[in-house]
T-cell receptor, first 112, second 118 residues
Framework: GQQLNQSPQSMFIQEGEDVSMNCTSSSIFNTWLWYKQDPGEGPVLLIALYKAGELTSNGRLTAQFGITRKDSFLNISASIPSDVGIYFCAGQAGGGADGLTFGKGTHLIIQP | GAVVSQHPSRVICKSGTSVKIECRSLDFQATTMFWYRQFPKQSLMLMATSNEGSKATYEQGVEKDKFLINHASLTLSTLTVTSAHPEDSSFYIC??????????????FGPGTRLTVL
């Protein structure tokens, strides 16, 4: 099956630092999504990307859909304590009726 | 808008019993609902895709007779774990895709159900 390689697996940063994480795939996805999951809760959508090359921002978050449709990155600027959590990339190969393939997650830990 | 609920949020059961988990779209109609499973410190894995009024489509390696899915209405899908065993203990999360008027590909996730089988 399709797999997403997400890195880094975890990040230990200082409050105020910028964060960058990325996902790559050996196959093409038509949609890339970035989610944040807090412990014991379902994932919450942060940014959705629908076109190759698309660069989208949501507040301090910026994500891009790679031109080859096989990769995406998420940047978080000026991190704050509430950014702590696990971030997942997810890809959708087909249309809206398809389930999502998730990356293994990036655990973000912020040291005050 | 676009709220998805799950019930129960936590369930503990004995080995061999069956457990039903409900997934509801509260303020929209969902033609398609998805069921995912997440083991501790791991990613979400798609188990099955459920379309209203038709049989669910299961991912490879997921036993359809063990994980019964029913999508009887546009706002409700249920997952029944039959004859549960300790290895079925996991976090089960559903998502729902809007029938119309929503951005293609966007799925709204429920808060998850923690199943513990003793």
């Amino acid at each position: 099956g399709q797999q997403l390689n997400q890195s880094p697996q975890s990040m230990f940063i200082q409050e105020g630092e910028d964060v960058s994480m990325n996902c790559t795939s050996s196959s093409i996805f038509n949609t890339w999504l970035w989610y944040k999951q807090d412990p014991g809760e379902g994932p919450v959508l942060l940014i959705a990307l629908y076109k190759a090359g698309e660069l989208t921002s949501n507040g301090r978050l910026t994500a891009q859909f790679g031109i080859t449709r096989k990769d995406s990155f998420l940047n978080i600027s000026a991190s704050i304590p509430s950014d702590v959590g696990i971030y997942f990339c997810a890809g959708q190969a087909g249309g809206g009726a398809d389930g999502l393939t998730f990356g293994k997650g990036t655990h973000l830990i912020i040291q005050p | 808008g676009a709220v998805v609920s799950q019930h129960p949020s936590r369930v503990i059961c004995k080995s061999g019993t069956s457990v039903k988990i409900e997934c509801r779209s509260l303020d929209f109609q969902a033609t398609t609902m998805f069921w995912y499973r997440q083991f501790p410190k791991q990613s979400l894995m798609l188990m099955a895709t459920s379309n209203e009024g038709s049989k669910a489509t299961y991912e490879q390696g997921v036993e359809k007779d063990k994980f019964l899915i029913n999508h009887a209405s546009l706002t409700l899908s249920t997952l029944t774990v039959t004859s549960a065993h300790p290895e079925d203990s996991s976090f089960y999360i559903c998502s729902a895709r809007g029938a119309s008027g929503y951005i293609t590909g966007e799925q709204f996730f429920g808060p998850g159900t923690r199943l513990t089988v003793l």
